[in-house]
T-cell receptor, first 114, second 115 residues
Framework: SQKIEQNSEALNIQEGKTATLTCNYT??????LQWYRQDPGRGPVFLLL?????KEKRKERLKVTFDTTLKQSLFHITASQPADSATYLC?????????????FGAGTRLAVHP | NAGVTQTPKFQVLKTGQSMTLQCAQD?????MSWYRQDPGMGLRLIHY???????DQGEVPNGYNVSRSTTEDFPLRLLSAAPSQTSVYFC??????????????FGPGTRLTVL
């Protein structure tokens, strides 16, 4: 069956370090992969989108990589801050363009300690 | 722009009651969706719409109905609430830009408890 997995355990890091979150998937050939941030009691907020023909995407302190051979995406936050503490969700868009069936992972909670 | 709005924020129902969760967006997006989020699970798609008058089922549609009479509004109806429908419900919308789906915007969610 189709599956998307994120680390269920919380990731605890010290302020200033780089946080790396992992998203693994099976039985998909995704066209797009997206990362979202979700704070407690709020809806997810879109952060970055990476397409199947892109290896890496950056936005300020955020970096996403997409390895379609390993079926894995890594999400990096450099120079992390306590304000980065949240749950981060990855989502696959299996077909891209014309369809709206995003498939979400359960998310990884990040805690950045001062 | 208010973005995607949802009402109510919280709701408690008894088993067998019906209700409608409201969702509205003011961004003129063609695509709208309803998801539910349960602890330890990813967001799961309930129903979605690709435009006014057009809806389709997602991964977990049983027990829910939708309609889309306008671009702005996409209500979700629970026909006969069951405890298994206790969850947090999110509405979302996306634009179709240059033939490709754009960023998805989520509403703040409705926390529903069915007793």
């Amino acid at each position: 069956s189709q599956k998307i997995e994120q680390n269920s355990e919380a990731l605890n890091i010290q302020e200033g370090k780089t946080a790396t979150l992992t998203c693994n998937y099976t039985n998909y050939s995704p066209a797009y992969l997206q990362w979202y941030r979700q704070d407690p009691g709020r809806g997810p907020v879109f952060l970055l989108l990476i397409r199947e023909n892109e290896k890496e995407k950056r936005k300020e302190r955020l970096k996403v990589t997409f390895d379609t051979t390993l079926k894995q995406s890594l999400f990096h936050i450099t120079a992390s801050q306590p304000a980065d503490s949240a749950t981060y969700l990855c989502a696959l868009d299996p077909l891209g363009g014309g369809y709206n069936k995003l498939i979400f992972g359960a998310g990884t909670r990040l805690a950045v300690h001062p | 722009n208010a973005g995607v709005t949802q009402t109510p924020k919280f709701q408690v129902l008894k088993t067998g009651q019906s209700m409608t969760l409201q969702c509205a967006q003011d961004m003129n997006h063609e695509y709208m969706s309803w998801y539910r989020q349960d602890p330890g699970m990813g967001l799961r798609l309930i129903h979605y719409s690709v435009g006014a008058g057009i809806t389709d089922q997602g991964e977990v549609p049983n027990g829910y109905n939708v309609s889309r009479s306008t671009t702005e509004d996409f209500p979700l109806r629970l026909l006969s609430a069951a405890p298994s429908q206790t969850s947090v419900y999110f509405c979302a919308s996306r634009a179709l830009t240059g033939g490709r789906l754009d960023t998805q915007y989520f509403g703040p969610g409705t926390r529903l408890t069915v007793l």
